[in-house]
């Protein structure tokens, strides 16, 4: 029953909105951002870096090598590290392409700041090239981790690594926190 609304809700061509499958409500603006709402950044972008990035490109450098020489977790359940968890393996690698995907869209988002307090500079225009870079480096990653090629896989990291070095030595690589951003 649930799936038939589903299907309903995704096939509808009239305009006109679906009405919710028996047992559901809704969406309301209770249940999420009410439309034209700006979304609540909460955290600072190195705390985005440490959170997102940095866990998601060490897959994708991971899966240069071979991925099941990955010794396996007691209870991937429970496994701390992305390659051995219940959605481990090439899995693991899709879901660390996307999320740097969609990572561009969180360090692009107006009000991001950087650790030092200062704005990150998402309106400038090598700010917005960057973040497109890694857009398309987190794709590529996503396709060839599909494919499950290990070769593949070597290219993308250099992709990858270009990619995030770019916005890095632009922004990053200063000898003081307070010239960050700048």
């Not at 972008?45 to 007691?74: C, H, T, W």
């Not at 996307?98 to 692009?108: D, G, P, T, V």
Request: aromatic share 4%.
């Amino acid at each position: 029953m649930f799936l038939g609304g589903v299907a309903r809700a995704q096939t509808s061509t009239g305009g006109v909105p679906n009405t919710p499958a028996r047992g559901t409500s809704p969406p309301t603006a209770a249940r999420g951002a009410s439309r034209g709402s700006t979304p609540k950044v909460d955290a600072n972008l190195l705390q985005l870096m440490r959170g997102i990035l940095y866990p998601s490109s060490n897959v994708i450098f991971a899966a240069q090598e071979d991925l099941s020489k990955q010794a396996a977790a007691a209870d991937p359940s429970v496994s701390p590290n992305p390659l051995t968890s219940t959605y481990g393996g090439w899995q693991a690698v899709e879901n660390a392409g996307l999320a740097l995907a969609e990572s561009a869209n969180l360090i692009a988002m107006p009000g991001r700041m950087c650790s030092n307090g200062k704005p990150a500079p998402v309106q400038r225009a090598d700010w917005v090239k960057f973040t497109q870079g890694l857009r398309e480096a987190g794709r590529a990653a996503y396709k060839a981790a599909q494919s499950k090629n290990q070769d593949t896989m070597v290219e993308i990291a250099d992709t990858l690594s270009a990619a995030c070095a770019g916005c890095h030595r632009k922004w990053r690589e200063k000898p003081r926190l307070a010239d960050r951003c700048k």
